[in-house]
């Protein structure tokens, strides 16, 4: 069965920087665009990044532009997120997604989450 | 950018039916699809492309989209249902766009 597991999150100081990952199994990774999409806590969903299948296309957020760099490794059917100068503004949970495929974006396969918190 | 407008919460009485909407300009021109989240899970798609449902949802979940507004109906809602429920469209300006949610209670 599909499953998306991310992992790389915790406590970090403003202005530091992570990366987050998530895992593919189950499905062909290489064969699906690959979205992340965060919520802060007791907030609704914010869509974050995608990364077609070839990575040839990446787009973000204006509200993470020029921060955040999405990227994958099809070869270990993994999704990247990495994450600079941390804001306390980016304290959210983080989802991984997959892309369906259907007439629009949007998401068939969603991981656990890994939580991120930025605080000094 | 494009914005979805949805009303924070709706309450309902087990049995009866619950209608979320969802708001935005010209959204009938949209797809629009439809996710439930229950308290410490990850969001469960239950309607796309405006009505579809995906393989496993009941039958009562369903979903129309007409000017600007998309509406998810509940059928005989039952205590299951209570839920946060997120409206989502595509726009090329904005890319992926999310309504900002509303809360279901079944009481």
């Known amino acids: 069965q599909v499953q998306l597991v991310g992992s790389g999150g915790g406590v970090v100081q403003p202005g530091r920087s992570l990366r987050l990952s998530c895992a593919a199994s189950?499905?062909?990774?290489?064969?699906?665009?690959m979205h992340w999409v965060r919520q802060a806590p007791g907030k609704g969903l914010e869509w974050v990044a995608v990364?077609?299948?070839?990575?040839?296309?990446?787009h973000y957020a204006d509200s993470v532009k020029g921060r955040f760099t999405i990227s994958r490794d099809n070869s270990k059917n993994t999704l990247y997120l990495q994450i600079n100068s941390l804001r306390p503004e980016d304290t959210a949970m983080y989802f991984c997604?997959?892309?369906?495929?259907?007439?629009?974006?949007?998401?068939?396969?969603w991981g656990q989450g890994t939580l991120v918190t930025v605080s000094s | 950018s494009y914005e979805l407008t949805q009303s924070p919460s709706v309450s309902v009485s087990p049995g009866q039916t619950a209608s979320i909407t969802c708001s935005g300009d010209?959204?009938?021109?949209?797809?629009v699809c439809w996710y439930q989240q229950k308290p410490g899970q990850s969001p469960v798609l239950v309607i796309y492309?405006?009505?579809k449902r995906p393989s496993g949802i009941p039958e009562r979940f369903s979903g129309s989209n007409s000017g600007n507004t998309a509406t998810l109906t509940i059928s005989g809602t039952q205590a299951m249902d209570e839920a946060d429920y997120y409206c989502?469209?595509?726009?090329?300006?904005?890319?992926?766009?999310f309504g900002g949610g509303t809360k279901l209670t079944v009481l």
């Open positions: 997604a997959r892309e369906g495929v259907t007439a629009i974006p949007l998401f068939d396969y």
């Open positions: 189950g499905f062909t990774f290489s064969s699906y665009d």
């Open positions: 990364i077609s299948r070839d990575e040839a296309k990446k």
């Open positions: 010209k959204l009938g021109d949209k797809y």
């Open positions: 492309e405006d009505n």
């Open positions: 989502q469209a595509w726009d090329s300006s904005t890319h992926v766009v």
